[in-house]
């Protein structure tokens, strides 16, 4: 399709959000240092409230927008304990929900954990953005699998089908990662960087696509969506990354 943009918007539900704690500043990655906020480069931020959900559905029917939305399908605890998202954040879910049955919002894989599960707490000394990153090619075969497989049947259960669209966390996976997306039902995957295989799956760009995170939402405020959607219908039309 020619001329549409796809809004796309991750990390909703990763609790990346809360401990990928590091500084831009290599020297300031000491203690408390990386909590202060000119030396805070990600982390942490809050998940966005059902009021900003009901502001984001609002603004994409107002504008005749659409999402799609990168949703880990689990938040994992300090233990290392997994919880499901709408179990999690059952008041977001259920709002989401209405999106997607209205046809507003798309919900894409992104990823089972978003991080190395049990490694992803923040160093003391360091930064520990590696391992807010799942599928580093390292990782054995059936991690991805398991992985994949885990967070399509979570997602599954919430809305109701299958999802389609897998976009890998930081923009990490390998030739696993598109095995076990294509044995557990995704059709494509999106990601800034492209690895050509011998599977179905489409691996698509990023030209058609305005990617950004929760984070911007979260503390620029629901204006800064608007923003981007006035300047992008201006000659653009807006689809669902499955829809393009
Ligand atoms: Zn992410």
Redesign the pocket.
Known sequence: MNNYIALRM??VG?S?KKFNVYSKYPFCNTLFLKYLPPFRAWGPYNELSEEKWFDILNLLSKFNAKLTI?V?ACYVNKDSSLIPFYEKFPGQAKIILSGVQNELIEVAN??LS?CIIGKHLPNMFSSNRKNHREFWDCMPRKWHFDHIKTSQKILKDWIGYQVSTF?P??NVYSLDTIDAAEEFGIMRINSSKIIPSQTKVNIINEDSVYPF?DREIELYGIAWLENRIKELKQNQEFALIRDL
């Open positions: 991750d990390d990763a990346s990168g880990t992104h990823g978003h976009i966390p930081g995170h």
